[in-house]
């Protein structure tokens, strides 16, 4: 069974231009997360969705950070426009209600 | 609020040596705790997990306790391999939520040489 698979893996780009950050999570997986990972540091969560729902979006800078889980499955990661802070790597993750999270290999952002 | 604090690396250790990294936590409430790993290249992955007091998680040689009294949940393995090079994470999740809200530690690097 495939796991959470994210793209693109790898991500330049200039201050102030948009970027997007793809996930699939595993089937079957109803609650998604999306992480930022910053050099040396552990994740922290970005938001969290219960099938479309976003449940917890309290860590999300939404003036310029959005999210969106359409129809319940994969989900889209938006930055616009990206500043030099936000260089980091992206994690998507996904679990089954209550269970064990399984996370992508992420996305790493580098803003120049 | 709710935090974890683990060892700072690098952890250099030869191969066959015994390895501990530590990690302490601190949570209102009575949240489980877990251990992650993050080989090179790849997604974190769950290492072992424990979900109430003197419970021990193991996994691949690997252990845990979680030690309510000084709120530890220190990693242990006896002799470790090169291939357990990796960078180690600690987390706890706050068992009150309805689903796994993991917070983390900022990771420790363990590098074994032959």
């Known amino acids: 069974e495939a796991g959470v698979v994210q793209s693109p893996r790898y991500k330049i780009i200039e201050k102030k231009q948009p970027v997007a950050f793809w996930c699939n999570p595993i089937s079957g997986h109803n609650t998604l997360y999306w992480y930022r990972q910053n050099l040396g540091q552990g994740p922290e969560l970005l938001i969290r969705?219960?099938?479309?729902?976003?449940?917890?979006d309290s860590q999300l800078p939404k003036d310029r950070f959005s999210a969106e889980r359409l129809k319940g499955v994969d989900s889209t990661l938006k930055i616009q426009p990206a500043e030099l802070g936000d260089s980091a790597v992206y994690l998507c993750?996904?679990?089954?209600?209550?269970?064990?999270?399984?996370f992508g290999e992420g996305s790493r952002l580098t803003v120049l | 609020g709710d935090s974890v604090t683990q060892m700072e690396g690098p952890v250099t250790l030869s191969e066959e040596a015994f390895l501990t990294i530590n990690c302490t936590y601190t949570a209102t409430g009575y949240p489980s705790l877990f251990w992650y790993v993050q080989y090179p290249g790849e997604g974190l992955q769950l290492l072992l997990k424990a979900t109430k007091a003197d419970d021990k998680g193991s996994n691949k040689g690997f252990e845990a306790t979680y030690r309510k009294e000084t709120t530890s949940f220190h990693l242990e393995k006896g002799s470790v391999q090169v291939s357990d090079s990796a960078v180690y994470f600690c987390a706890l999740s706050d068992r009150e939520d309805s689903s796994y809200k993991l917070i983390f530690g900022s990771g420790t690097r363990l590098l074994v040489r032959p």
């Open positions: 993750a996904s679990s089954f209600f209550a269970g064990e999270l399984f």
């Open positions: 969705y219960e099938n479309e729902e976003a449940v917890d």
